[in-house]
C-alpha cells in the first residue's frame, strides 16, 4: 500500500486494532478510555509510520 496516507488506510487500520481498545474506547471509566485510545492511537500509528520487516513477509526458499 506504499507511503500514502489516505482516510481509507486509517480507517482500515482503526478497524485492525485490537478489539479491546475499540470496545474500550466507549468504556464508562476514563482510564480505560484513556488506555484504549492510546493503543488504536500507537496501532494507526506504527501501520504508517513504522518500516515494514522485509524478513518477515519473506516466503523462505526451499533447498
Known amino acids: 500500500m ?3 496516507i489516505t482516510a481509507e488506510r486509517i480507517a ?3 478497524e485492525d486494532a485490537p ?5 474500550g ?6 482510564s480505560l478510555r484513556a ?3 492510546l493503543e488504536v492511537a ?3 500509528y506504527g501501520g504508517l509510520f513504522q ?6 513477509t519473506q516466503i523462505p526458499l526451499p533447498w
Do not use: R, Y
Open 35 to 37: 488506555a484504549a485510545l
Open 2 to 4: 506504499g507511503g500514502m
Open 51 to 56: 518500516p515494514m520487516n522485509v524478513e518477515a
Open 12 to 14: 482500515s487500520l482503526i
Open 19 to 23: 478489539a479491546w481498545a475499540l470496545i
Open 42 to 44: 500507537q496501532h494507526v
Open 25 to 30: 474506547l466507549a468504556a464508562p471509566g476514563e
